[in-house]
């Protein structure tokens, strides 16, 4: 059963993609970039991997569908169609795909105690991070006492994004409000 | 039992997509979004059960919850057009026609 389910939500990923690929109304692309985004979470929940499915639901059925249609509103939805080198494409996503189905072919087994992922630290975290950390979840005292520092790198990294959509955004609405100050009629910017 | 649920609501999230794909509507595919969201609700849901592990009932209750949201600001967007604080597109839309038709 749970081979078909995940044949299935995987055929409707397929046919989701192929559409956005085809559609040229791209506000449609964007309400098919959430359908996109919620089949990744059911997939990811299917998989156990309940946390990310999570981030996939809000993050991307939630937000990037905002902010996509901000995004058209201020640069129009339609897709100009220009003449493409196909083949290149073709070759690199081929390619592309074979090196991962090959690096993935080498991964362990979903739960073979003898993976990596179980063998080394595993066995400290479920034991002793309780008294070493005083933390109950174990995911916590990973993220925010065992990789530390890592987890300050992250917040670095999302700070500094932040920073710069700060700048973005602020530069726009300044630009919108002497617009509309100004006249109705909105040149293009 | 948990089996039949699961299969209907594949079957009614490749109906939602369809549609989706098919349009021809704005409005269509938005109903289409929202309906594929509640179907992933209920799916994970399900699913729980089907597993024997019924812990992410809270969780799709949170999708639930965002589901909601994000329908709600997407109308809020085509409705007014607010969103961005865009004149263009509004203008756009009222030359438009404000069809939403596909291509």
């Not at chain 1, 939500?9 to 449609?28: E, G, K, P, S």
């Not at chain 1, 003449?83 to 362990?108: H, N, Y």
């Not at chain 2, 961005?84 to 596909?102: M, P």
Request: negative net charge.
């Amino acid at each position: 059963m749970e081979f078909f389910v995940n044949a299935f939500l995987l055929a409707l990923l397929a046919a989701t993609t192929i559409a956005i690929v085809r559609m040229r109304r791209l506000i449609a692309t964007t309400m098919l970039f959430g359908i996109f985004s919620l089949l990744m979470a059911a997939v990811f929940v299917v998989l156990d991997a309940v946390d990310v499915a999570f981030t996939e639901a809000s993050v991307g059925a939630g937000i990037s569908t905002i902010l996509m249609l901000a995004t058209l509103a201020i640069c129009g939805a339609k897709q100009e169609s220009v003449p493409r080198k196909q083949l290149p494409a073709i070759i690199v996503v081929v390619v592309t795909g074979a090196v991962l189905l090959w690096g993935v072919s080498g991964l362990p087994d979903v739960g073979d105690p003898t993976a990596p992922a179980t063998t080394h630290v595993y066995k400290r975290y479920v034991e002793e991070s309780g008294t070493e950390i005083g933390v109950p979840n174990i995911v916590t005292s990973v993220l925010a006492s065992y990789r530390g520092y890592d987890t300050l790198g992250e917040v670095a990294v999302i700070f500094t994004a932040g920073l710069g959509i700060i700048c973005l955004i602020g530069a726009g609405t300044g630009q919108q409000r002497r617009r509309r100050n100004g006249n109705d009629s909105g040149d293009d910017v | 039992m948990f089996v039949v649920v699961t299969v209907a609501l594949l079957v009614t999230m490749g109906l939602a997509l369809a549609r989706a794909i098919v349009g021809p509507t704005l409005y269509d595919r938005i109903l289409a979004v929202n309906t594929f969201g509640t179907k992933t609700v209920l799916l994970i849901a399900v699913y729980g059960y089907l597993t024997e592990r019924p812990d992410f009932v809270d969780i799709a209750l949170v999708y639930a919850l965002i589901n909601f949201i994000g329908t709600v600001a997407v109308l809020k967007f085509f409705e007014s057009g607010e969103f961005a604080h865009s004149w263009r597109e509004r203008r756009e839309r009222v030359e438009a026609g404000d069809t939403g038709d596909d291509d």
